[in-house]
């Protein structure tokens, strides 16, 4: 059964910096991109950035061009999100995906975790 | 304002169809896949239709999809108390770089 277990997420101040983890089970993590995106709750869903299967190759939202870094280690079947410069319009329950498909840089997400709560405020 | 038009809100009796719209251009829908995912309140989206039409495996037959040109549909047919939730559409955007979502369509069983 594939598991996404989203962590890291938590109050920030604005200007602060965090770093988001996914943990990953129950399939070949090396053989699938995988995604973060992010929900205003109550609102609707955003895209935040993709990374390749092997990591060689990232995406991300303009919102977040610059100050966002995606990461992942195959050797531990984790992926990460580093944050930096966080403001108020950052707040947002942030979910890992994952692909539907091996291989593939834009197949849906067919797989998501429970989210993690980021709140950036004073 | 979203990269991709939906309806805010559908409705329907026990029984009847619903039909969701979803409108792009030709950097999203026009040249790539459409996906459609599932939000009950409280919970994470679960991918319902990819690639224009298909469903994964555990989705029931109920629901169906289709692309045409720059817009795609999700149709439920004989709705469900069950099927109260927000649907999204999805595709990946050539301008962008990135996928763009539509804001979403709550479906609400009259």
């Known amino acids: 059964e594939v598991q996404l277990v989203e962590s890291g997420g938590t109050v920030v101040q604005p200007g602060g910096s965090l770093r988001l983890s996914c943990a990953a089970s129950g399939f070949k993590f090396e053989s699938y991109s995988m995604e973060w995106v992010r ?3 109550g609102k609707t869903l955003e895209w935040v950035s993709l990374i390749s299967w092997g990591g060689l190759t990232t995406y991300y939202a303009g919102s977040v061009e610059g100050r966002f870094t995606i990461s992942r280690d195959n050797s531990r079947n984790s992926l990460y999100l580093h944050m930096r410069s966080l403001t108020s319009e950052d707040t ?31 | 304002q979203s990269v991709l038009t939906q309806p805010p809100s559908a409705s329907g009796a026990p029984g009847q169809r619903v039909t969701i719209s979803c409108s792009g ?15 009950v ?12 039409d298909q469903r994964p495996s555990g989705i029931p ?17 004989g709705l469900q108390s069950e099927d109260e939730a927000d649907y999204y559409c999805a595709a990946w955007d ?7 979502f539509g804001l979403g369509t709550n479906v609400a069983i009259l």
């Open chain 2, 25 to 39: 251009s030709s950097s999203n829908i026009g040249s790539n896949n459409v996906n459609w995912y599932q939000q």
């Open chain 2, 61 to 77: 037959d109920r629901f169906s999809a289709s692309k045409s040109g720059t817009s795609a549909s999700l149709a439920i047919s």
């Open chain 2, 41 to 52: 309140p409280g919970t994470a989206p679960k991918l319902l239709i990819y690639t224009n």
């Open chain 1, 39 to 41: 929900q205003v709750p």
């Open chain 1, 92 to 122: 947002a329950i942030y979910y890992c995906t994952k692909a539907a498909r091996q291989l593939s840089l834009r197949a849906a997400a067919d797989s998501w975790g429970q989210g993690t709560l980021v709140t950036v405020s004073s």
């Open chain 2, 94 to 100: 050539d301008s962008l770089n990135g996928f763009v």
